[in-house]
Every structure is written in structure tokens, then in C-alpha cells.
């Protein structure tokens, strides 16, 4: 990955360096090629000024004058300079091949001067010839054409002198790749040490060390992020396998009671089938006793479970005054075998938030405990309460209540009290999770001058 990122950078660099220095070279090309001819316009009309005096007066000593101002302008700027007459004819040339009295009339530049026109551009003057550069400029006087002046020089100069910018425009554009390589190398290396060091402990945290932990302080903030998911992942699964091997223990230490006891009834039963069969019939029903509460103890192990399924469980709004009257009316009947009262006291309507379910379980197992602890003759409760934020469910029953030690264990796991011998221990910790997942809480609370208030508390809608 290392290289990759390298490799990217750097062709990111060279196709910014590309794109810029392209066009940059054509640009300096052309203000090159501007900027000679331009100083060749000049120079031409200076010499066109030197040239007029020879064309009015073509003496040899004008000639002479004229012929060694051209050879002091070629030795100077390596240019050829001829100046023809109004007819195209040659009268001086800097080139010593060329033979005066020759005629250019055919040139275009120098027929286009001869109109008085002023003509530059370059032009290849043969095969075995560079492309030349060159500006035809007429000399006047007043309105007449008396000639023309032409000056031509090499492009290879122009491009020589654009080349040599181009090698410094490389140079840079190289010594930039080298930067850019460097910083590319570092900033590579950065990123890739801290993706290997969370590899390495992605990798000694799935042979098992489970304390292992990403370093989401040092690094990019991307890096960090993904170190600080990762931990946040690592947490809670160690939250849950603590709280699987919690759960497998408590269940495998609970079930084992009922079930010993289950099979030494049987055990007893079988052998004194034959010989005292009202003895095994006894044993037999304690045994049913001890199946039924090895059931409970399974279906509340169950709904834990469940319950510990979801770390986000999805909630829903809920009428809890009506189901409130409704699971008060379902327990009269069996509270009436008992004597006791079930009454409920709640408003017309009260949303709350709440997991499914949820509210029903959470009465039902109060008024469960309620009866079996309070005396004949009794009332339980149920009342709805709310404030601006929270509706309140409490469960209140006439009974001995609870010493203030026990009420803060009674939502543990397999708690049961003293006179609650053939509880599972697990009705007010479902209470508790199943409140707890809606955004509520529980608590219970003894009352004056006996009794209990056992408390529900959900988010009101």
C-alpha cells in the first residue's frame, strides 16, 4: 500500500507539473519569438534611415558608409541584413555570396516592402537552409518607396534561447518530483505504520487477547476514528462474552439445584414403587413441584436472554394507563382466591417509550411478588403517575416489606429472599433489563407503616 501511495502522489505531481509547464513553454516560445522580432523591427529601421542617403545619393562613399554600418550590425548579432533599391535590385548585402546588382523582387517580404508595407514571420528558404526569422521594413521618403530593408536571423537561435529556459524549467519540475517523492515517502509511511500497527492488533485480538487495545491518540483523524471504532467494538464485545460466561454461570449453577433435586425424587420414587407406592406418589408430585420451577427458571432465563440479544432494542409508544387497567383487572381472579384486593388508579391516557412487551411483564411480575408476600385481606395497588418527563408505574401492597440491605440485591440475578422459596430469582431482574432497555429505571421502596412500592419508571412520549 506503501507504494501505491507513493506512486499516486507522485503521478499526481507529474501531471500537475505537465499541464502547467506545456503550456508555460509554448508561452515562452512565443514571447521569445515576439521579443526578436520586435528588436529586429527596430534595428530595421534604423538601417533603413543609414540606407536612405545612399538610395538618394548612390556614391561609393555612401555605399562604403552603409556596407560597413550592415557588417558592424552582423558582427553584433550574427543577423543578414540587404537593402535593395525601389526597383528590388540589391545595392548592399552583409552576405558575400550575394552579388550586388541582384534582383529579390521576387520575394514576397521584399515585395510587400516595396508597397511601403512592414512584413515579418519566418520562412524556409531551402533544404539544405534553417527556418529563418525575418522583417522587411521600407525605406521612405515622405510618401516614396526609395527601397527595402530586410533583416533575417536563425529560429534555431530563438529555440536555443527557449531551450535553455525550458532546462531551467526542468530542472525544477525534477527537483520538485524529488520533493514531492520525499513528502509522498513520509506521508506514506505515516499512514501505512499506523494501518499495520491496528493490523497487528486486530490480529493478537483475534488469537485471543481480548485486553488488546489501538492506539486512536497518534495519526490522522481518519486513522484515529478507525482505532476509536475499533476499541469501541473490542469494549463491547468483552461486554458480551462477560456478560455470556456471567449468564452461562449463573444458569449452569441455578439449574443444577432443581435438577439434583429433580433426579434423587425420582431415584427415591423408583424404588419404592413397589414396596410403598403412596410414598412414590409423593415423591412423584415433589418432583412435578421441582419440574415446574425448573420451567420457570428456564422461560426467565429465556426472556434474559432475549433481552440481552439487542444492545439497541427498537421502542415503540404505548398507552401505559390502559395497559395499566388491564393487567389489574386480569389478576383479580386469582388475587380474590387469596383475598386481596387488586385495584388500579391511572389517568385516561399516558404514552410512554417502550420496548414490546415490556410493561406488561413489568406489572405482572410485581403483582406476582406482591401476592405472594401479603397477607389476607389486603389491597395491591397499581397507580400511574408522571411528571414532565417520566410516567412512574408503582405496584404498592399492604405486606411485611423488605430490610433496606436487600432492597438494592433485589434486582440481581437469582436473588430471592429468605421466605421466597420456590422463586427462580430472576422476576425482578427481567423487571430491571426490560426497563433499562426502554430508557427507564426501577426501584423499590419500603412504605410507612408497612408494605412496598415497587417503582417503574418510562420516558414519556
Same mark, same amino acid.
Given at each position: 500500500?506503501?507504494?501505491?501511495?507513493?506512486?499516486?502522489?507522485?503521478?499526481?505531481?507529474?501531471?500537475?507539473?505537465?499541464?502547467?509547464?506545456?503550456?508555460?513553454?509554448?508561452?515562452?516560445?512565443?514571447?521569445?519569438?515576439?521579443?526578436?522580432?520586435?528588436?529586429?523591427?527596430?534595428?530595421?529601421f534604423v538601417m533603413a534611415g543609414r540606407a536612405e542617403e545612399l538610395l538618394e545619393d548612390p556614391s561609393a562613399k555612401n555605399y562604403l558608409s552603409l556596407q560597413n554600418t550592415l557588417n558592424v550590425y552582423k558582427k553584433r548579432s550574427g543577423a543578414r541584413v540587404i537593402?535593395?533599391?525601389?526597383?528590388?535590385v540589391v545595392v548592399a548585402d552583409t552576405d558575400e555570396t550575394t552579388k550586388v546588382g541582384t534582383s529579390y523582387s521576387n520575394r514576397p517580404e521584399i515585395a510587400s516592402g516595396l508597397k511601403g508595407k512592414i512584413t515579418s514571420g519566418r520562412r524556409d528558404p531551402g533544404?539544405?537552409?534553417?527556418?529563418?526569422?525575418?522583417?522587411?521594413?521600407?525605406?521612405?521618403?515622405? +510618401?516614396? *518607396?526609395?527601397?527595402? $530593408? !530586410?533583416?533575417?536571423?536563425?529560429? =534555431?537561435?530563438?529555440? +536555443?534561447? *527557449?531551450?535553455?529556459? $525550458? !532546462?531551467?524549467?526542468?530542472?525544477? =519540475?525534477g527537483i520538485t518530483l524529488l520533493l514531492a517523492a520525499l513528502v509522498a515517502f513520509l506521508m506514506a509511511t505515516s499512514i501505512t505504520r499506523r494501518l499495520k500497527e491496528l493490523e497487528e492488533t486486530t490480529d493478537e485480538f483475534t488469537h485471543g487477547n481480548l485486553d488488546v487495545r489501538a492506539n486512536d491518540i497518534?495519526?490522522?483523524?481518519?486513522?484515529?476514528?478507525?482505532?476509536?471504532s475499533f476499541n469501541s467494538m473490542a469494549d463491547q464485545l468483552n461486554r458480551l462474552l462477560a456478560q455470556q460466561r456471567a449468564f452461562a454461570g449463573d444458569a449452569s449453577h441455578q439449574l443444577r439445584t432443581p435438577l439434583t433435586a429433580l433426579q434423587l425424587r425420582l431415584e427415591r420414587a423408583l424404588e419404592m414403587v413397589d414396596s410403598d407406592p403412596e410414598g412414590a406418589a409423593e415423591r412423584i408430585e415433589a418432583a412435578m413441584l421441582e419440574t415446574?420451577?425448573?420451567?420457570?427458571?428456564?422461560?426467565?432465563?429465556?426472556?434474559?436472554?432475549?433481552?440481552?440479544?439487542?444492545?439497541?432494542?427498537?421502542?415503540?409508544?404505548?398507552?401505559?394507563?390502559?395497559?395499566?387497567?388491564?393487567?389489574?383487572?386480569?389478576?383479580?381472579?386469582?388475587?380474590?382466591?387469596?383475598?386481596?384486593?387488586?385495584t388500579c388508579t391511572a389517568p385516561e391516557k399516558l404514552l410512554v417509550h417502550a420496548i414490546p412487551g415490556a410493561i406488561e411483564q413489568v406489572i405482572d411480575n410485581y403483582i406476582d411478588n406482591a401476592l405472594s408476600i401479603v397477607p389476607a385481606n389486603t389491597k395491591i395497588s397499581v397507580v400511574i403517575t408522571h411528571d414532565s418527563k417520566l410516567a412512574t408505574i408503582h405496584v404498592l401492597d399492604e405486606g411485611p416489606g423488605m430490610p433496606e440491605p436487600d432492597l438494592e440485591r433485589a434486582f440481581n440475578r437469582f436473588w430471592r429472599a429468605r421466605s421466597d422459596a420456590n422463586g427462580s430469582g430472576l422476576g425482578l431482574a427481567i423487571v430491571e433489563r426490560l426497563t433499562t432497555l426502554s430508557g427507564g429505571h426501577v426501584r423499590l421502596s419500603n412504605r410507612l407503616p408497612h408494605g412496598l412500592d415497587a417503582q417503574a419508571e418510562f420516558p414519556l412520549v
Open positions: 500500500m506503501k507504494w501505491r501511495l507513493i506512486a499516486a502522489l507522485m503521478g499526481l505531481t507529474l501531471v500537475v507539473l505537465l499541464v502547467h509547464d506545456i503550456p508555460f513553454t509554448n508561452y515562452l516560445r512565443t514571447v521569445e519569438s515576439d521579443r526578436i522580432i520586435t528588436a529586429l523591427e527596430r534595428d530595421s537593402v535593395t533599391n525601389s526597383k528590388g533544404p539544405n537552409s534553417d527556418e529563418l526569422m525575418y522583417v522587411a521594413v521600407p525605406v521612405l521618403n515622405g +510618401n516614396t *518607396v526609395l527601397g527595402v $530593408v !530586410r533583416i533575417t536571423f536563425p529560429s =534555431a537561435v530563438v529555440d +536555443n534561447a *527557449v531551450w535553455q529556459r $525550458v !532546462r531551467g524549467i526542468a530542472i525544477v =519540475a497518534e495519526g490522522a483523524p481518519e486513522i484515529r476514528s478507525l482505532g476509536s415446574e420451577r425448573l420451567q420457570r427458571l428456564v422461560e426467565g432465563l429465556l426472556v434474559l436472554s432475549r433481552s440481552e440479544a439487542h444492545t439497541r432494542p427498537e421502542t415503540a409508544h404505548f398507552n401505559v394507563a390502559e395497559i395499566a387497567r388491564e393487567r389489574a383487572e386480569s389478576w383479580e381472579a386469582l388475587a380474590s382466591e387469596a383475598n386481596v384486593i387488586v
